[in-house]
């Protein structure tokens, strides 16, 4: 399932999108932010947000928030827009430029977007 998140006036404002969910993942990971508009380029990702796993059967219940700035190179992020969040392949390297397909959908409990 692909997962999309609407961008906050408010994280249009301060350039910072923090998504928080409702359970901190069992694996550590980087999740990646796509534009979805048709004028961009969604091929590559415009924002990062690490997150760190809390392990496996792990009875941690704490939230977590994930935290979003905009590529230096990148237009700021526009109240309303879009965007998809994915992870990368485990067989992919970060530092490779991956192409599109290295990308897969994730599935996160949301339970707040500023």
Same mark, same amino acid.
């Given at each position: %399932? &692909? %997962?999309k998140?609407?961008?906050?006036?408010?994280?249009?404002?301060?350039?910072?999108l923090?998504?928080?969910?409702?359970?901190?993942?069992?694996?550590?990971q980087? #999740?990646?932010? +796509?534009? &979805?508009?048709?004028?961009?380029?969604?091929?590559?990702?415009?924002?990062?947000?690490?997150i760190? @796993?809390?392990?496996q059967d792990?009875?941690? #219940? /704490?939230?977590?928030m994930?935290? +979003?700035?905009v590529?230096?190179? /990148?237009?700021? +992020?526009?109240? @309303?827009?879009?965007? #998809?969040?994915?992870?990368?392949?485990s !067989?992919?390297?970060? !530092?490779?430029?991956?192409?599109?397909?290295?990308?897969?959908? #994730? /599935?996160?409990d949301?339970? /707040?977007?500023?």
């Open positions: %399932m &692909t %997962m998140i609407t961008v906050p006036a408010t994280a249009a404002n301060s350039g910072i923090r998504v928080w969910l409702r359970r901190i993942p069992a694996d550590s980087i #999740i990646y932010a +796509f534009r &979805t508009s048709p004028d961009a380029m969604n091929n590559y990702p415009v924002s990062q947000a690490p760190y @796993g809390r392990g792990s009875p941690a #219940i /704490e939230k977590v994930l935290q +979003f700035q590529n230096s190179e /990148e237009q700021p +992020f526009r109240a @309303g827009e879009v965007l #998809i969040l994915k992870k990368l392949k !067989s992919y390297d970060a !530092s490779a430029n991956p192409p599109l397909n290295a990308y897969e959908d #994730i /599935e996160f949301v339970i /707040e977007i500023t």
